[in-house]
């Protein structure tokens, strides 16, 4: 989609007509001067791309309800509009099997999760206002999907919350390594996550690494695209040794998949394979 405002200058280069629920993508306008914008009721963080080319994420909770959602871009008085259709996507469902104290939380258990709850919560606040990233976003772990995106879950035979990552089965002990450059705003223990290990990537993008065997980094650290971050895992509430790697833009949890294809390096789909 490519909006323009008639020898203004002001372009809406690329914007995507529609996007699933989940799903994230990048809105590229052209502009000699500073560039505004908003997508539902929020405002969009412009970053330079290239010369008079200015770059913006969108993205769209896992729950979303399906439906236009209305996109504008201003620079100064110029002002463009566009529509973007949020899409029902189908997930599946997913049946687990697991011990009944990562399950039934009672007591200490129980504090200890809302405690955990609220500790990642406010790791994802104060974001840095501009991408710490350069280069395209990597693929942290190459392996088997084991869950996808989204999957409704039943465990121990009881509808439980949507899964809102993407597991990756490797060995216990595989690296696991940061998708991008980014800062470290969390790294700990947790019940259900495990070891967790979560990154700011700027403009509001996380990532997060769970189940983790152990991690290498702290709370602070400003780590490089490609640096291992700790080690495949079966700590919090895991069935076998897996990755768990999440994604959340501005508050919504989206599809890493997602990410890959809006920003991510060529080829990225070799190093994964499904359950067969």
Request: aromatic share 6%; hydrophobic share 40%.
């Amino acid at each position: 989609m490519t909006l323009a405002t008639p020898a203004l200058g002001l372009q809406l280069r690329s914007c995507p007509a529609s996007l699933g629920q989940g799903e994230m993508a990048v809105v590229e306008v052209q502009a000699k001067g500073k560039v505004t914008g908003g997508f539902v009721g929020e405002p969009l963080f412009f970053f330079p791309y290239a010369p008079d080319l200015y770059r913006a994420l969108i993205g769209v909770d896992l729950e979303a309800e399906p439906g236009p959602r209305g996109l504008q871009v201003a620079e100064g008085e110029r002002v463009l509009r566009a529509t973007v259709m949020v899409k029902r996507r189908p997930f599946g469902l997913q049946r687990l099997n697991l011990p009944p104290e990562m399950v039934e939380l009672r007591g200490e258990a129980l504090r200890r999760v809302r405690r955990e709850k609220a500790l990642i919560r406010r790791a994802l606040l104060g974001t840095k206002p501009q991408p710490l990233w350069r280069r395209p976003f990597l693929l942290p772990l190459r392996g088997r999907i084991t869950g996808a995106f989204g999957l409704q879950r039943l465990i121990n035979g009881r509808f439980r919350s949507r899964h809102t990552g993407l597991d990756i089965a490797a060995p216990e002990g595989t690296p696991v390594v940061a998708t991008n450059d980014g800062v470290v705003v969390l790294a700990s223990s947790l019940y259900l996550e495990g070891n967790t290990v979560i990154m700011d990537h700027g403009l509001g993008l996380y990532s997060f690494y769970l189940h983790l065997k152990e991690f290498f980094v702290k709370r602070g650290q400003r780590i490089q695209r490609g640096k291992v971050l700790g080690l495949v895992g079966v700590s919090g509430r895991a069935s076998g040794p897996h990755l768990h790697w999440g994604v959340v833009l501005r508050g919504k949890r989206v599809d890493p998949l997602s990410l890959l294809e809006a920003l991510g390096e060529q080829g990225w789909k070799r190093g994964l394979s499904r359950r067969p």
